[in-house]
């Protein structure tokens, strides 16, 4: 273990000696009522313990570890609730203490910690070895871990994993069966077996899943009135698995029962029914669309807490989706959204360029704001501004900086970007060598107009080795990826050397029923072929 009985990190020590005291009843009992664990076999008999502890248990819970901290349940108490008030670092030092201390349900979440990289470096192997041990001093929860670490993954041994789980007789473990069987071994009947098994123990996403298996005809005959029966025990347990039961009747064909099913999951506080009700009405492939219960749904997934609604609604206004088109009402959305930790800055950027004046100055500042809060979207339309000087007084130097940035997170635009800078020497001393580099990583990402550059660069011997037979595949490539980069070589064709384009012409005649004449000047044979490559066509 990486801690010690003894001490930890100064400021868990400074916490343990604050009070000086002997614990009081009343702390140890309100820890005990707010986070004790039901499978906690220490936690005093009179307690029922709770699946998830309450946030307010983190204060008496390291109260009563300050006054008594050889105490191992406690120590395992106050992990639970710091871990539920998202502390993973304070959390795993108390399962690290309380397993140190002899708890065996603390060594469990010590390997799960170290299973989910949770307050310390994901590491698989010492979680699978400390599940082991766990395992051997007779705790089913980890025995279940290490049959699923062993169902799928890179050490996938389906014997083995079989081997485990069959050697516990739990819901969890029966559930976890059942799912290797239907997604690894694929035997949707002995994959029923197990979650009836898991159902008889009262496992909600056995009911689930049974009901869903008799709906699509999924290892048993299809009967409706079958899956209504477990679709109705699953939700009476867990109203979240709403929007999962109505997906299954939408594959089924069956939409009243869909929309049935969404609205009675609203009915019961379930947010993401409410939000999928909105989708619904709000993309339905019928002419009739209902904006008036788009709305209401919405507002209603935002009653529930789904503060992701006040995206919809802003771009909803935004687009004059249903309702009048209004752009600042719009913005008041997003802001809203993102001071209840949701939203995304590019958004209002994006609605005040398409105010009327278009606010090119206040995108430049939102788009900022995103960048420097590391939104990928912001990063790259600040470095466009700054290129371009919408909004912001020119600057190559600032522009390169974020296409950067951009580019290294991913965005193979940005890569592009990047490439013709150093192409045109904006902001730095022109390198074809270093321009090419990047439009090669453009390209290699599926970015048509970084595989057309390096095609000119291979057809002028531009920092390559020219190689007209490279820069015509990459030139296909890139028209095939770009329907952009299509129109582009057909307006400026004649702007690439005449040896380049008789090569090209020789590659349509080869492949897109191209007849005419190798002299490279395209025609309207030449463009008819072009045509037939850029819609997929040769």
């Not at 300050?66 to 304070?90: C, E, T």
């Not at 389906?158 to 969890?172: I, K, M, Q």
């Not at 669309?289 to 709305?295: I, S």
């Not at 000119?456 to 037979?469: E, P, Q």
């Amino acid at each position: 273990m990486s801690g010690s009985a003894e001490s930890g990190p100064g400021e868990f020590v400074r916490e343990q000696s604050s009070s000086g005291g002997a614990i009081s009843t009343d702390t140890r009992n309100q820890c005990d009522r707010l986070a004790a664990d039901p499978k906690d076999k220490d936690k005093p008999a009179d307690v029922a313990g709770v699946e998830q502890p309450s946030a307010e248990a983190v204060e008496p819970c390291a109260a009563a570890v300050a006054a008594d901290p050889q105490n191992a349940r406690l120590n395992y108490q106050a992990g639970r609730a710091y871990r539920q008030s998202k502390d993973f670092a304070k959390a795993f030092y108390y399962f690290d203490r309380a397993s140190s201390l002899g708890s065996l349900r603390a060594a469990v979440a010590v390997a799960d910690a170290y299973s989910t990289g949770s307050g310390v470096a994901k590491d698989f192997d010492k979680a699978v070895e400390l599940y082991t041990r766990a395992a051997s001093r007779g705790d089913p929860e980890a025995v279940v871990e290490i049959g699923k670490y062993y169902s799928k993954g890179p050490k996938k041994n389906v014997d083995l994993a079989v081997n485990w789980l069959t050697s516990v007789e739990t819901g969890e473990a029966f559930m976890a069966l059942g799912n290797l069987y239907l997604t690894e071994v694929q035997n949707d009947a002995i994959a029923l077996k197990w979650y009836r098994k898991a159902a008889e123990l009262k496992m909600p996403h056995a009911y689930r899943l049974l009901g869903e298996a008799y709906s699509l005809g999924r290892g048993v005959p299809q009967d409706a009135e079958e899956a209504w029966t477990w679709d109705k025990l699953a939700w009476e347990a867990l109203p979240q698995v709403t929007t999962k039961i109505a997906r299954y009747y939408q594959l089924a064909g069956d939409t009243e029962q869909m929309l049935q099913w969404l609205e009675r999951g609203a009915a019961r506080g379930d947010a993401p029914s409410a939000d999928a009700l909105a989708r619904v009405y709000r993309f339905s492939k019928t002419a009739d669309k209902d904006f008036a219960k788009v709305m209401a749904w919405y507002q209603k997934a935002l009653e529930l807490g789904d503060n992701s609604a006040l995206i919809e609604i802003g771009r909803m206004y935004q687009n004059g989706e249903g309702v009048q088109r209004d752009v600042p009402r719009a913005i008041e959305y997003y802001r809203n959204a993102i001071e209840k930790g949701v939203g995304v800055y590019w958004r209002i950027a994006d609605a005040y360029e398409q105010m009327s004046p278009r606010d090119d100055r206040s995108a430049f500042e939102w788009h900022k704001k995103g960048a420097e809060a590391g939104e990928l979207l912001s990063m790259f339309y600040l470095a466009i501004q700054y290129r371009d000087g919408t909004g912001v007084q020119q600057n190559y130097k600032e522009a390169l900086v974020w296409f950067k940035k951009a580019a290294e997170l991913g965005d193979e635009d940005a890569m592009n970007q990047v490439g013709r800078f150093y192409a045109a020497g904006w902001s730095v001393k022109q390198n074809y060598v270093e321009a090419g580099r990047w439009y090669e990583k453009a390209g290699a990402a599926g970015q048509g107009w970084g595989n057309s550059n390096l095609a000119i660069f291979f057809s002028r011997g531009w920092g390559v080795k020219k190689d007209v037979a490279l820069a015509v595949d990459l030139q296909e490539m890139a028209m095939k990826q770009s329907a952009e980069v299509c129109a582009r070589f057909k307006e400026s064709w004649s702007n690439w050397t005449p040896e380049f384009l008789r090569a090209f012409q020789s590659r349509l005649a080869e492949d897109h029923n191209y007849k005419g004449a190798i002299d490279g000047r395209l025609g309207s044979g030449s463009m008819a072929a072009i045509d037939a490559l850029c819609a997929g066509q040769g």
